[in-house]
Nanobody, 125 residues
Framework: QVQLVESGGGLVQPGGSLRLSCAAS????????ITWFRQAPGKGRERVSC?????????FYADSVKGRFTISRDNAKNTVNLQMNSLKPDDPAVYYC?????????????????WGEGTPVTVSS
């Protein structure tokens, strides 16, 4: 049974950092692209970052997070991490990880086959 479980969300001050993790089970995540999305209250879901699978190191970042967020894999833990630095008031949202069960990054959320439940991120002083 394929499962994705996010963790690491919480409250952080502007300019602070958080590290989100997406733990996969029921499949070996290193062979598949994993995408992070976020959804703020009253807004649509935004694709934040994606990492290719099968040894391809290609990554994608939304313009809004480029230079501040870093996506990476920990294959020993079957996990994909999202390091978020210099957090801004625009960043609060529920952050989800998802996979389309292919090695490349799909551009759209409708192509995702499995989703986690999400982890909330709040940025406030």
């Amino acid at each position: 049974q394929v499962q994705l479980v996010e963790s690491g969300g919480g409250l952080v001050q502007p300019g602070g950092s958080l590290r989100l993790s997406c733990a996969a089970s029921g499949f070996t995540s290193e062979y598949y692209a994993i995408t992070w999305f976020r959804q703020a209250p009253g807004k649509g879901r935004e694709r934040v970052s994606c990492i290719y699978g099968s040894g391809d190191s290609t990554t994608f970042y939304a313009d809004s997070v480029k230079g501040r967020f870093t996506i990476s894999r920990d294959n020993a833990k079957n996990t994909v991490n999202l390091q978020m630095n210099s957090l801004k008031p625009d960043d609060p949202a529920v952050y989800y990880c998802a996979t389309g069960m292919v090695y490349y990054c799909y551009p759209s959320e409708s192509s995702m086959k499995y989703w986690g439940e999400g982890t909330p991120v709040t940025v406030s002083s």
